[in-house]
């Protein structure tokens, strides 16, 4: 099917690790893109490719992939990392753009 | 850098066409292969890809969005457009117009969004 999956909300203790993940067909095919938005802002682009950060993002992010799911993993989470997250894919039959419905990160 | 911008009406009418602009800066719109993309977001809700423009004039169209979009290119302007058509409250929402670049390295090929505009509100009310 064309959809990627996630949970709607994840907590996590500051300081500590949280995996958010998106299951799909098309990551079987297409590495997931993460972005992380902040409330009233674009979206930022975090990781892309295998486990790629543009400049300026934290090595405390980070991506991997496994089968039909891929995954995002923030090491020592900060109180700014708290932000809406979107993972993104191609579509696995087609050149349509796939998002998924976005994980609200609370740290706590 | 490149950066993105979009312009155009923040109310339109229900049953008329919304139609924004976006303005690219520090970069060719037609050097490179990027799709030039659409993206919109309602007010507390997930992202929506709309369609995109490929640097050769290729398009795509969301198949729920189809019958009512247009995504044209203005290559001398550096700028592309979105034309939605017969729109109703459903279609309130925040607009970006973004890059999407690709690679294929590694196992898989990778398509990201690594350039957005900063989004403009749109409003279907009359």
């Known amino acids: 099917s064309s959809e990627l999956t996630q949970d709607p909300a994840v907590s996590v203790a500051l300081g500590q690790t949280v995996r958010i993940t998106c299951q799909g067909d098309s990551l079987r095919r297409y590495y997931a893109t993460w972005y992380q938005q902040q409330p009233g802002q674009a979206p930022l682009l975090v990781i892309y490719g295998k486990n790629n950060r543009p400049s300026g993002i934290p090595d405390r992010f980070s991506g991997s992939s496994s089968g039909n799911t891929a995954s995002l993993t923030i090491t020592g989470a900060q109180a700014e990392d708290e932000a809406d997250y979107y993972c993104h894919s191609r579509d696995s039959s087609s050149n349509h753009q796939l998002f998924g419905g976005g994980t609200k990160l609370t740290v706590l | 850098q490149v950066q993105l911008q979009e312009s155009g009406p923040g109310l339109v009418k229900p049953s008329q066409t919304l139609s924004l602009t976006c303005t690219v800066s520090g970069g060719s719109i037609s050097i490179g292969s990027y799709y030039w993309t659409w993206i919109r977001q309602p007010a507390g809700k997930g992202l929506e890809w709309i369609g995109h423009i490929y640097t050769s004039g290729s398009i795509n169209y969301n198949p729920s969005l189809k019958s009512r979009v247009t995504i044209s290119l203005y290559t001398s302007k550096e700028q592309f457009s979105l034309e939605l058509s017969s729109v109703t409250a459903a279609d309130t929402a925040v607009y970006y117009c973004?890059?999407?670049?690709?690679?294929?390295?590694?196992?898989?090929?990778?398509?990201?969004?690594?350039?957005w505009g900063q989004g403009t509100l749109v409003t279907v009310s009359s």
């Open positions: 973004a890059r999407l670049d690709w690679r294929d390295s590694g196992s898989f090929p990778s398509y990201y969004f690594d350039s």
